[in-house]
C-alpha cells in the first residue's frame, strides 16, 4: 500500500510540474503576444500618419509654383479639380481680396493657421482642419505681393477611405489637444478622462500609445498618434485606432489549445509509462541503469518535444503571420504614396520622400532605378549586405523575409514607373519576443530533465522508503547551495555560451544570431592575440612566486610563535582592496620620486620609466603580481608542510640525509599535491589579472599591458560587443581547461588523486 502512495505521488507531482510549465509558458505566450499585437498596431498608426503628412507634402509640390509665380494662383486652384470647398485670397491683415468663386467664411482669415501664414517665409504649409464636423486639409502660402492664399480641400476622407481599406482598420480622427478635442460624430463613445490621458502619454513619448478599455461588453484596445500643424509645434488632434480581443480571439485561442492540449497528451503519456516502468520494477525485473533511464526519458520525452516546438516554431509562426500581414498591410499604403508620387514627376523629390518615411515609421527605405541606388536611408555597405532569405508574389508585390547584417526583416518590393521601390521593417521586436519564450522553454526542459532522474531513482528505489526519504531530506538541505550555485555560476556559463552565437549590445535591441561569426572574427583578431600572449607572458611571474612563497613557508613553519605574526602579515596584501594597494604601488613606481627607483639609485642604477615603457610595463605588473600572491600561496604551503609527517624527516635524518637532500626527496615529492593545488589556481589568477591594469596602464603603452581579461571587458563595456567578448570568454575558459589538464598530466595521478 505504501508502494502504490508513493507512486500515486510521484505521478501528482509529475502532472503538476508539466501543468505548471505548459500554465506559465501560454502565460507568457499570450503577454508577449499582446505586447507584439500593441506594437503592430502602433506601426500602423505610424504608417498611417506617414500617409497624411504624404498627402500634405503633395498638396505643398502643388502649391510650390505660387513661390515665385504668385500670378498662377488660379491655375494652382483648377489643379485641385473639384475638391476645393473654400478658397480665399487676403491681404496681411485678413481682408478678403478675391475668393474665386468659392466661398470664403469670416473664419477663414481669423484662424491660427492664417496668422502663421503671416509670420511665414513664402513656403506652403498645409494641415488637418474641422469645418462643421468635418474633416479637411487646409493648405496656404504667403505670396511675394504680402497677400495670402488660403484653400481648404476635402481630401482627408479619400485618405481615410483608402486606408482602411488598405489597413482592414477604421480610424478615428479627433481634432485639438489634449484637453479639449472634437469628436466625431460617428466615433464610438469612450470615458473622456481614459482619452485625455491616452492623449496626454502621447504628447510626452513622441509615439504611438495605447490603453486597454471595456467596449461594449468586452475588452478592447485603442491606440492613439498625435498630429501636429504644419509648423510641427502644436498638437492639431490624434489619430486613434479601436481594436477588440475578438479580432486576435483566433491567435490567442489556438496558441492555448495548442498548448493545454499539448500538457493533458503529456501528462496522460507519462502516467501510462512511469505505470510501466513501476510495474516492471515491483515485478524484481532485471533492469539495468541504461533501460532505467530510457524509461524515464521516454515518459518526459512527449512533454520535452511539445514545449520545443511551441517555443522553436509554433509560437515564432504564429507572431510571422501578424508581422507579415501588418508589414504588407503598410508596405501597399507606402507603394500608394510613391505611385502618386511618380505619377506627378516628382522624381526629384524621392531623398524627402525616403527622409520622411524613415522618420515616421523608422523602417528602410530604398529607391532604385535599372540597379542604381536613387534614394534610400542605408549606407551603400548596409544594401551590398542585404541578403534575401524568403521571396514571394503576393498581388503584383515582391514580399518575404531578408536580413541586413544578420538582421532579420520583412520585405516588400514593387516596381513603380520604372523604380524599383524596397520597404524593410525590421523584426527585432517579433526576434526578442520569441527569444524571451525560448529562454523559459529551455529552462522548463531542463527542469523536465531532473525530474526524469528524479523519476527514476524513486521508481528503481520504491523498496526502500528510509532511502528515498533520507535523499529528499539531504537535497533539501543542499537546495539553496544548488541554486545559488545554478543561478550565479551554471546560468552565467550557459548565457555566455548563448551570447557567444549571437551579435549582442546592451545600446541595440536586435540580438541576431550570427553563428560561429564571432569566433571566425576572433581567430583573426590580432589584438586579441596579442593580449593572449601578454598574458602567458605575465603568467611567468606563477612558478617564481610559486618558489618564492615555499621558502618563506619553509623559514615560517620553523619560527614557532613568531609564524603568527609573521603569517599576518604576509597575508595582509589578500585582504588589502585591491584598488588601494595598486595605487600605492603607482607611487613605488613613479619614475621621479618612486621608492624602487630610489633603492636602484642607492647601487647606481639609472630611474627606470616602470610604467611608462613597454619593456617594463609587463615587469611592473608581475611585480605586484607576485607581492600579492605570496601571503594566499605562503598560507597554502605552510599547510602543506605541516601535513607531512615528522617520521619522514627523523629517518632521513638517522640515516645521515642532508638537508637539500631532504628537501628534494622527501618535502618536495610530499608537496606535489599542494603544489598542483597552487600551480593551477595561481595560473589561472593570472589568466584574470585585471584590477592593476585597469588602474595603472589601462593596457598601454603601446599594448605592452593589454591582457587577456582587460581585452575582454573593453570588448563587452568600451566597444559594447557582449556576443564578441563572451566567445573571448569561452576560448578563454578552453585555454585554462588545457593548461590544467597538463598540469594535471605534469604531476601526475597522484597528485590529484588526494582532492577527489
Same mark, same amino acid.
Given at each position: 500500500?505504501?508502494?502504490?502512495?508513493?507512486?500515486?505521488?510521484?505521478? *501528482? @507531482?509529475? &502532472? !503538476?510540474?508539466?501543468? %505548471?510549465?505548459?500554465? $506559465?509558458? +501560454? =502565460?507568457?505566450?499570450?503577454?508577449?503576444?499582446?505586447?507584439?499585437?500593441?506594437?503592430?498596431?502602433?506601426?500602423?498608426?505610424?504608417?498611417?500618419?506617414?500617409?497624411?503628412?504624404?498627402?500634405?507634402?503633395?498638396?505643398?509640390?502643388?502649391?510650390?509654383?505660387?513661390?515665385?509665380?504668385?500670378?498662377?494662383?488660379?491655375?494652382?486652384?483648377?489643379?485641385?479639380?473639384?475638391?476645393? *470647398? @473654400?478658397? &480665399? !485670397?487676403?491681404?496681411? %491683415?485678413?481682408?478678403? $481680396?478675391? +475668393? =474665386?468663386?468659392?466661398?470664403?467664411?469670416?473664419?477663414?482669415?481669423?484662424?491660427?493657421?492664417?496668422?502663421?501664414?503671416?509670420?511665414?517665409?513664402?513656403?506652403?504649409?498645409?494641415?488637418?482642419?474641422?469645418?462643421?464636423?468635418?474633416?479637411?486639409?487646409?493648405?496656404?502660402?504667403?505670396?511675394?505681393?504680402?497677400?495670402?492664399?488660403?484653400?481648404?480641400?476635402?481630401?482627408?476622407?479619400?485618405?481615410?477611405?483608402?486606408?482602411?481599406?488598405?489597413?482592414?482598420?477604421?480610424?478615428?480622427?479627433?481634432?485639438?489637444?489634449?484637453?479639449?478635442?472634437?469628436?466625431?460624430?460617428?466615433?464610438?463613445?469612450?470615458?473622456?478622462?481614459?482619452?485625455?490621458?491616452?492623449?496626454?502619454?502621447?504628447?510626452?513619448?513622441?509615439?504611438?500609445?495605447?490603453?486597454?478599455?471595456?467596449?461594449?461588453?468586452?475588452?478592447?484596445?485603442?491606440?492613439?498618434?498625435?498630429?501636429?500643424?504644419?509648423?510641427?509645434?502644436?498638437?492639431?488632434?490624434?489619430?486613434?485606432?479601436?481594436?477588440?480581443?475578438?479580432?486576435?480571439?483566433?491567435?490567442?485561442?489556438?496558441?492555448?489549445?495548442?498548448?493545454?492540449?499539448?500538457?493533458?497528451?503529456?501528462?496522460?503519456?507519462?502516467?501510462?509509462?512511469?505505470?510501466?516502468?513501476?510495474?516492471?520494477?515491483?515485478?524484481?525485473?532485471?533492469?539495468?541503469?541504461?533501460?532505467?533511464?530510457?524509461?524515464?526519458?521516454?515518459?518526459?520525452?512527449?512533454?520535452?518535444?511539445?514545449?520545443?516546438?511551441?517555443?522553436?516554431?509554433?509560437?515564432?509562426?504564429?507572431?510571422?503571420?501578424?508581422?507579415?500581414?501588418?508589414?504588407?498591410?503598410?508596405?501597399?499604403?507606402?507603394?500608394?504614396?510613391?505611385?502618386?508620387?511618380?505619377?506627378?514627376?516628382?522624381?526629384?523629390?524621392?531623398?524627402?520622400?525616403?527622409?520622411?518615411?524613415?522618420?515616421?515609421?523608422?523602417?528602410?527605405?530604398?529607391?532604385?532605378?535599372?540597379?542604381?541606388?536613387?534614394?534610400?536611408?542605408?549606407?551603400?555597405?548596409?544594401?551590398?549586405?542585404?541578403?534575401?532569405?524568403?521571396?514571394?508574389?503576393?498581388?503584383?508585390?515582391?514580399?518575404?523575409?531578408?536580413?541586413?547584417?544578420?538582421?532579420?526583416?520583412?520585405?516588400?518590393?514593387?516596381?513603380?514607373?520604372?523604380?524599383?521601390?524596397?520597404?524593410?521593417?525590421?523584426?527585432?521586436?517579433?526576434?526578442?519576443?520569441?527569444?524571451?519564450?525560448?529562454?523559459?522553454?529551455?529552462?522548463?526542459?531542463?527542469?523536465?530533465?531532473?525530474?526524469?532522474?528524479?523519476?527514476?531513482?524513486?521508481?528503481?528505489?520504491?523498496?526502500?522508503?528510509?532511502?528515498?526519504?533520507?535523499?529528499?531530506?539531504?537535497?533539501?538541505?543542499?537546495?539553496?547551495?544548488?541554486?545559488?550555485?545554478?543561478?550565479?555560476?551554471?546560468?552565467?556559463?550557459?548565457?555566455?555560451?548563448?551570447?557567444?552565437?549571437?551579435?549582442?549590445?546592451?545600446?541595440?535591441?536586435?540580438?541576431?544570431?550570427?553563428?560561429?561569426?564571432?569566433?571566425?572574427?576572433?581567430?583573426?583578431?590580432?589584438?586579441?592575440?596579442?593580449?593572449?600572449?601578454?598574458?602567458?607572458?605575465?603568467?611567468?611571474?606563477?612558478?617564481?612566486?610559486?618558489?618564492?612563497?615555499?621558502?618563506?613557508?619553509?623559514?615560517?613553519?620553523?619560527?614557532?610563535?613568531?609564524?603568527?605574526?609573521?603569517?599576518?602579515?604576509?597575508?595582509?596584501?589578500?585582504?588589502?582592496?585591491?584598488?588601494?594597494?595598486?595605487?600605492?604601488?603607482?607611487?613605488?613606481?613613479?619614475?621621479?620620486?618612486?621608492?624602487?627607483?630610489?633603492?636602484?639609485?642607492?647601487?647606481?642604477?639609472?630611474?627606470?620609466?616602470?610604467?611608462?615603457?613597454?619593456?617594463?610595463?609587463?615587469?611592473?605588473?608581475?611585480?605586484?603580481?607576485?607581492?600579492?600572491?605570496?601571503?594566499?600561496?605562503?598560507?597554502?604551503?605552510?599547510?602543506?608542510?605541516?601535513?607531512?609527517?615528522?617520521?619522514?624527516?627523523?629517518?632521513?635524518?638517522?640515516?645521515?640525509?642532508?638537508?637539500?637532500?631532504?628537501?628534494?626527496?622527501?618535502?618536495?615529492?610530499?608537496?606535489?599535491?599542494?603544489?598542483?593545488?597552487?600551480?593551477?589556481?595561481?595560473?589561472?589568477?593570472?589568466?584574470?589579472?585585471?584590477?592593476?591594469?585597469?588602474?595603472?596602464?589601462?593596457?598601454?603603452?603601446?599594448?605592452?599591458?593589454?591582457?587577456?581579461?582587460?581585452?575582454?571587458?573593453?570588448?563587452?563595456?568600451?566597444?559594447?560587443?557582449?556576443?564578441?567578448?563572451?566567445?573571448?570568454?569561452?576560448?578563454?575558459?578552453?585555454?585554462?581547461?588545457?593548461?590544467?589538464?597538463?598540469?594535471?598530466?605534469?604531476?601526475?595521478?597522484?597528485?590529484?588523486?588526494?582532492?577527489?
Amino acid at each position: 500500500m505504501r508502494h502504490y502512495k508513493i507512486i500515486v505521488g510521484l505521478l *501528482v @507531482f509529475v &502532472g !503538476l510540474l508539466m501543468m %505548471s510549465a505548459f500554465a $506559465i509558458l +501560454d =502565460f507568457y505566450a499570450r503577454n508577449s503576444l499582446n505586447d507584439f499585437l500593441v506594437e503592430s498596431e502602433a506601426s500602423l498608426l505610424r504608417s498611417f500618419k506617414l500617409n497624411y503628412q504624404n498627402l500634405t507634402a503633395y498638396i505643398d509640390l502643388e502649391m510650390d509654383p505660387l513661390i515665385e509665380r504668385p500670378e498662377l494662383v488660379t491655375a494652382v486652384l483648377g489643379s485641385f479639380s473639384d475638391d476645393v *470647398v @473654400f478658397a &480665399g !485670397l487676403f491681404d496681411y %491683415s485678413g481682408n478678403l $481680396i478675391d +475668393d =474665386f468663386g468659392y466661398f470664403a467664411p469670416d473664419s477663414l482669415s481669423s484662424s491660427l493657421f492664417f496668422e502663421n501664414l503671416t509670420f511665414s517665409i513664402g513656403y506652403p504649409k498645409t494641415e488637418l482642419v474641422v469645418y462643421g464636423n468635418e474633416t479637411y486639409i487646409q493648405t496656404g502660402i504667403l505670396l511675394l505681393d504680402d497677400n495670402i492664399l488660403l484653400v481648404v480641400l476635402d481630401r482627408f476622407d479619400d485618405l481615410l477611405d483608402k486606408a482602411s481599406e488598405t489597413y482592414e482598420r477604421d480610424f478615428i480622427v479627433y481634432f485639438g489637444d489634449e484637453n479639449d478635442f472634437a469628436v466625431p460624430r460617428d466615433s464610438p463613445r469612450m470615458e473622456d478622462d481614459l482619452i485625455r490621458s491616452l492623449f496626454r502619454k502621447t504628447i510626452n513619448s513622441q509615439k504611438p500609445e495605447s490603453a486597454k478599455i471595456s467596449f461594449e461588453g468586452s475588452k478592447a484596445l485603442i491606440n492613439a498618434i498625435a498630429v501636429y500643424d504644419s509648423d510641427n509645434w502644436d498638437v492639431i488632434g490624434f489619430f486613434s485606432t479601436l481594436t477588440t480581443d475578438a479580432d486576435w480571439e483566433d491567435k490567442y485561442t489556438s496558441l492555448s489549445l495548442f498548448l493545454w492540449i499539448s500538457a493533458l497528451a503529456s501528462f496522460a503519456f507519462a502516467v501510462l509509462v512511469l505505470l510501466s516502468f513501476y510495474k516492471k520494477a515491483a515485478s524484481h525485473a532485471a533492469l539495468n541503469e541504461r533501460t532505467c533511464m530510457i524509461f524515464g526519458l521516454t515518459a518526459h520525452l512527449p512533454a520535452i518535444v511539445l514545449i520545443a516546438s511551441f517555443a522553436f516554431f509554433v509560437f515564432g509562426e504564429a507572431l510571422g503571420e501578424i508581422s507579415e500581414g501588418v508589414g504588407l498591410k503598410r508596405a501597399k499604403a507606402w507603394f500608394n504614396d510613391a505611385d502618386h508620387l511618380v505619377l506627378k514627376g516628382n522624381q526629384g523629390f524621392f531623398g524627402d520622400f525616403v527622409d520622411t518615411s524613415r522618420r515616421s515609421t523608422g523602417a528602410n527605405f530604398i529607391i532604385q532605378h535599372e540597379g542604381e541606388v536613387v534614394a534610400s536611408n542605408l549606407t551603400a555597405r548596409r544594401i551590398s549586405n542585404l541578403e534575401i532569405v524568403t521571396s514571394s508574389q503576393v498581388n503584383g508585390i515582391e514580399t518575404g523575409s531578408a536580413k541586413i547584417n544578420d538582421v532579420i526583416h520583412t520585405y516588400a518590393s514593387r516596381n513603380i514607373g520604372g523604380y524599383d521601390f524596397t520597404v524593410l521593417f525590421e523584426e527585432t521586436l517579433r526576434e526578442n519576443s520569441i527569444l524571451s519564450i525560448q529562454f523559459f522553454s529551455i529552462g522548463a526542459i531542463l527542469v523536465l530533465l531532473v525530474m526524469v532522474i528524479v523519476s527514476v531513482f524513486i521508481v528503481t528505489n520504491i523498496e526502500s522508503h528510509k532511502l528515498i526519504r533520507r535523499t529528499f531530506i539531504g537535497y533539501g538541505f543542499l537546495l539553496p547551495a544548488l541554486v545559488h550555485l545554478v543561478w550565479w555560476a551554471v546560468g552565467p556559463m550557459g548565457f555566455a555560451l548563448f551570447l557567444a552565437f549571437r551579435r549582442w549590445s546592451i545600446v541595440d535591441a536586435a540580438k541576431p544570431f550570427v553563428g560561429l561569426g564571432n569566433f571566425i572574427e576572433l581567430f583573426s583578431d590580432l589584438k586579441f592575440w596579442n593580449a593572449m600572449k601578454n598574458t602567458a607572458v605575465y603568467s611567468i611571474y606563477v612558478p617564481i612566486g610559486m618558489f618564492i612563497s615555499l621558502l618563506l613557508a619553509i623559514a615560517v613553519n620553523k619560527l614557532g610563535k613568531l609564524s603568527i605574526v609573521l603569517r599576518v602579515l604576509y597575508y595582509l596584501p589578500v585582504v588589502t582592496a585591491g584598488v588601494a594597494t595598486t595605487i600605492v604601488w603607482r607611487w613605488i613606481f613613479n619614475r621621479d620620486f618612486g621608492v624602487l627607483n630610489f633603492i636602484l639609485g642607492l647601487v647606481g642604477i639609472k630611474s627606470i620609466a616602470w610604467l611608462e615603457s613597454p619593456q617594463f610595463a609587463l615587469i611592473s605588473m608581475m611585480i605586484i603580481g607576485i607581492w600579492s600572491a605570496i601571503g594566499s600561496q605562503l598560507l597554502i604551503f605552510l599547510a602543506g608542510l605541516q601535513g607531512i609527517p615528522k617520521d619522514f624527516y627523523d629517518a632521513a635524518a638517522v640515516d645521515g640525509a642532508s638537508k637539500p637532500r631532504i628537501f628534494w626527496k622527501i618535502t618536495l615529492p610530499l608537496l606535489k599535491p599542494t603544489s598542483l593545488f597552487v600551480l593551477v589556481t595561481s595560473v589561472i589568477g593570472s589568466f584574470q589579472v585585471f584590477t592593476p591594469i585597469y588602474v595603472l596602464t589601462q593596457g598601454g603603452p603601446l599594448r605592452s599591458t593589454d591582457v587577456v581579461f582587460y581585452h575582454i571587458w573593453q570588448s563587452a563595456w568600451v566597444d559594447m560587443r557582449m556576443g564578441y567578448a563572451a566567445a573571448q570568454s569561452w576560448i578563454l575558459f578552453l585555454l585554462l581547461a588545457a593548461l590544467t589538464l597538463v598540469e594535471f598530466k605534469l604531476f601526475g595521478k597522484e597528485s590529484w588523486q588526494a582532492y577527489f
